[in-house]
């Protein structure tokens, strides 16, 4: 099993930044990659960006390239995501997630719990 605390959301001014952090704790020699997700109310949840634990292939959706950083502690099991000029669109609730194997897959079968970001205009 894994554990996944996440941390560091909030509201905030449309163009400002929050950090966010997700903690992983238990089998974390199993994590093949960590992402982050986000749901808004009334929307399906969408992918927001990805890293790989190891070899550091990161992904980010077009709609947050240039605005959020993604980046990984291996020491620490954490992931961050820096998130800058945000919009009132990025209002969302984050969840970070962790890749494991799935059978002959991976999948992100481990999830935290969720934090609130909220950005006004």
């Known amino acids: 099993q894994v554990q996944l605390q996440e941390s560091g959301g909030g509201s905030v001014q449309a163009g400002g930044s929050l950090r966010l952090a997700c903690s992983a704790s238990?089998?974390?020699?199993?994590?093949?990659?960590m992402g982050w997700f986000r749901q808004a109310p009334g929307k399906e949840r969408e992918t927001v960006a990805t890293i790989s634990w190891s070899g550091g292939t990161i992904d980010y959706a077009d709609s947050v390239k240039g605005r959020f950083t993604i980046s990984r502690d291996n020491a620490l099991n954490t992931v961050h995501l820096q998130m800058n000029s945000l919009k009132p669109e990025d209002t969302a609730v984050y969840y970070c997630?962790?890749?494991?194997?799935?059978?002959?897959?991976?999948?992100?079968?481990?999830w935290g719990q969720g934090t609130q970001v909220t950005v006004f205009s």
């Open positions: 238990g089998r974390t020699g199993a994590i093949y990659g």
């Open positions: 997630a962790a890749e494991t194997a799935d059978g002959t897959q991976w999948s992100y079968n481990y």
